[in-house]
C-alpha cells in the first residue's frame, strides 16, 4: 500500500547517544515533515521540507537536525540524545498543491533513559 | 502561545447519539481546517477539512462547521459508532494551496472520544 515508512518503530537511547529516525514515501509527494506527540501537548513541527533540497525549522527545532536525501525520504538526526527528546515521533508528506491533508506514517516510539 | 485550542480532553458519548468536538483558533489567518482521528499505535489520519470561505462541509456520517467570526468550528458526528473511538485533532494551516506546503499545520492537543455501548 502506497504511505509513509518509518523506521525505525521503537528505540530506547541513553542519554548523549546519536540516532537517525527514517522516513520515505512513495506518493510522489513534495513536501515532507517531522512531528512529534507529547502527552498533553497535540503534534508539533520540528522541521519541515517543502521541496527537495530544502529544509526549514518548525515549532521546536532545537536538538535536531534534518536532511532531505531525496524527494522520496526525509530523515531526522538526534545527535546527542536528551530525556526531554523521549516522545512519538511522526514523519507525514503532502502534495504541495493539493491541500487535501497530510499522509502520516504510524510513528517511531523513542526512550531516552 | 496556543493558536489551536481543543479544550476538551475527553468526551463520553453513547453509540447512536451525536458526538461534537470543537475547536477554536487565535490566529485569523488560518484559512484552512483540517480534522484528524488518531487510533493507539497508529498515525494520526485526515478525516474532514475545510476552507474559510466555507461554513460546513459534510462527508458522510462527518460533518464540519465553521464559525470565522467567533473562530470556532466543530465536528459533528452522527450516529456515532464504536469504531469512531479515538484520539481527534483539530489543526490549522496558513495557506491553502502552499506552493509547498511549506508553514506545516498546527494541531490543538486533541479529544479523545469514547463511544459507549
Known amino acids: 500500500n502506497a504511505g509513509v515508512t518509518q523506521t525505525p518503530k521503537f528505540q530506547v537511547l541513553k542519554t548523549g547517544q546519536s540516532m537517525t529516525l527514517q522516513c520515505a514515501q512513495d506518493?510522489?509527494?513534495?513536501?515532507m515533515y517531522w512531528y512529534r506527540q507529547d502527552p498533553g501537548m497535540g503534534l508539533r513541527l520540528i522541521y519541515y521540507?517543502?521541496?527537495?533540497?530544502?529544509?526549514d525549522k518548525g515549532e521546536v527545532p532545537n536538538g535536531y537536525n534534518v536532511s532531505r536525501l531525496n524527494k522520496r525520504e526525509f530523515s531526522l538526526r538526534l545527535e546527542s540524545a536528551a530525556p526531554s527528546q523521549t516522545s512519538v515521533y511522526f514523519c507525514?508528506?503532502?502534495?504541495?498543491?493539493?491541500?487535501?491533508?497530510?499522509?502520516f506514517g504510524s510513528g517511531t516510539r523513542l526512550t531516552v533513559v | 502561545d496556543q493558536q489551536v485550542k481543543q479544550n476538551s480532553p475527553s468526551l463520553s458519548v453513547q453509540e447512536g447519539r451525536i458526538s461534537i468536538l470543537n475547536c477554536d483558533y487565535t490566529n485569523s489567518m488560518f484559512d484552512y481546517f483540517l480534522w484528524y482521528k488518531k487510533y493507539p499505535a497508529e498515525g494520526p489520519t485526515f478525516l474532514i477539512s475545510?476552507?474559510?470561505?466555507?461554513d460546513k462541509n459534510e462527508d458522510g456520517r462527518f460533518t464540519v462547521f465553521l464559525n470565522k467570526s467567533a473562530k470556532h468550528l466543530s465536528l459533528h458526528i452522527v450516529p456515532s459508532q464504536p469504531g469512531d473511538s479515538a484520539v481527534y485533532f483539530c489543526?490549522?494551516?496558513?495557506?491553502?494551496?502552499?506552493?509547498?506546503?511549506?508553514?506545516?499545520?498546527?494541531f490543538g492537543k486533541g479529544t479523545h472520544l469514547i463511544i459507549q455501548p
Open positions: 506518493m510522489n509527494h513534495n513536501s
Open positions: 521540507s517543502a521541496s527537495e533540497g530544502t529544509t
Open positions: 489543526a490549522a494551516s496558513l495557506v491553502m494551496y502552499s506552493g509547498g506546503g511549506a508553514d506545516g499545520l498546527t
Open positions: 507525514a508528506s503532502s502534495e504541495s498543491d493539493k491541500n487535501y491533508g497530510y499522509t
Open positions: 475545510i476552507s474559510s470561505i466555507k
